[in-house]
């Protein structure tokens, strides 16, 4: 699983019909990478979390019909990056 | 799932039974890569696009019997790279 | 899924069962990087193809039981790489 | 699967459910990168691990419905970097 | 599918259940990168391998409930580096 912190938020009025319910996180990894994740625990911009890819992200939404990649599985209570 | 633009779609005559009715385009990442995706939702070239990867593509088709491992999840209202 | 050229046959004498029926090819991508995929369309030497990777490559042989993680999807009708 | 030290716990209050009894590592492959684990074999700071990723991860918890894509498979013995 | 040199063996006392009865053994890629296979088809230290990930390691076991994401799929039987 990796540490990303939340970037914001994606606006996508069209989207494949399983993904319709979820909201979707814009985040950052500490390289400035941008990807797109589901967030089931409502993490706000800032926050750091860590995420779960492949199969377990679905699982993790909880449905595991969700049709995504990579899903929030926590927000860390305290983190520095490059520390 | 990743953020990327549409540029093109792919002429593939000759290919595997399980994508026979699939719309395949050519995407570009940020950075340049160029990769094939399914397309269920209708992109336009130019379109920036969030892509779902690994058994979520072949979910996402929603078919999960096609063979895929990237598929198009939606159309992003509003973007701009390095933005 | 990526675009890749067929670079050559890999010859294995000594492989698991799950893959004794198959033909392999070795793939190179654009930047230069080999791997190794099933081939279940008939792609020669110097053709430009797409692949599916992941789980996706084991339903495309079509058999599922096929114990390989890329597999080539189709050969693309017309390709010029950096165009 | 891949090679990495043990560099510390994740505190994690908020979490989604289906990692709600796992210890969480964070582990730095020899390159510096940081990830997050599960850790069912008891891993202290500083071991050098092997870890299982994708679904592999899932049943290596051993309960496939944990919500992980990176799971700790084994201390090993003995390993120097660079060695 | 990756091709890989075997570098040695990895000795590791304690590890999950479910890789109990598997010989693991250490990889080294073209470019020096080090990874773990559990090797179902009796590679030497030396021998060019070609690799299965994700899924299909654990279907090449050839019991899919080995928790592996990188398993042996064949010797190759002459390969050059660069060749």
């Known amino acids: 699983m990796e540490i990303m912190q939340v970037a914001g938020s994606l ?43 492949g199969s377990a992200a679905r699982f993790a939404c909880p449905d595991p019909a969700v049709q995504t990649d990579l899903t929030i599985g926590g927000i860390i209570d305290f983190w520095e990056p490059d520390g």
Do not use: E, Q, Y
């Not at 606006?11 to 400035?32: A, E, F, Q, W, Y």
């Open 11 to 53: 606006v996508c009025t069209h989207r494949v019909d399983g993904l319709s319910h979820m909201n979707l996180r814009i985040l950052r990894t500490p390289k400035g990478k941008l990807s797109v994740a589901v967030d089931p625990v409502g993490a706000a911009i800032g926050n750091w979390v860590f995420t779960a890819s």
